[in-house]
């Protein structure tokens, strides 16, 4: 059974940092792409980086500079290291698995607030 459970959101001031992680279990996680995903109140789901079993990257416009994706294949847990964060970063973070065909697999979320 495939689990994604996320941890390390929280709350910061503007400009602080958090690193958020994804552990994983129930796939082969070095085969497949892990993604950042996030949803604020009354907005629709984002992505935010994405990065894939060989560990091309990439990211939103809004978090380039600012957020780095990584994963650990050993751990088979992907990371999200958020530096110069914003108000505007303020929502529900979802770690994702991206399998070909298959739908996309969510975590359960964890809550990032940032204040100004």
């Known amino acids: 059974q495939v689990q994604l459970v996320e941890s390390g959101g929280g709350s910061v001031q503007a400009g602080g940092s958090l690193r958020l992680s994804c552990a994983t279990s129930g796939f082969t996680f070095g085969l497949y792409t892990m993604g950042w995903y996030r949803q604020a109140p009354g907005k629709q789901r984002e992505l935010v980086a994405f990065i894939s079993g060989g560990g091309i990257t990439d990211y939103a416009d809004s978090v380039k500079g600012r957020f780095t994706i990584s994963r650990d294949n050993g751990k088979n847990t992907v990371y999200l290291q958020m530096n110069r964060l914003k108000p505007a970063d303020t929502a529900v973070y979802y770690c994702?698995?991206?399998?070909?065909?298959?739908?996309?697999?969510w975590g359960q979320g964890t809550q990032v607030t940032v204040s100004s």
């Open positions: 994702s698995l991206e399998r070909p065909v298959l739908p996309t697999i």
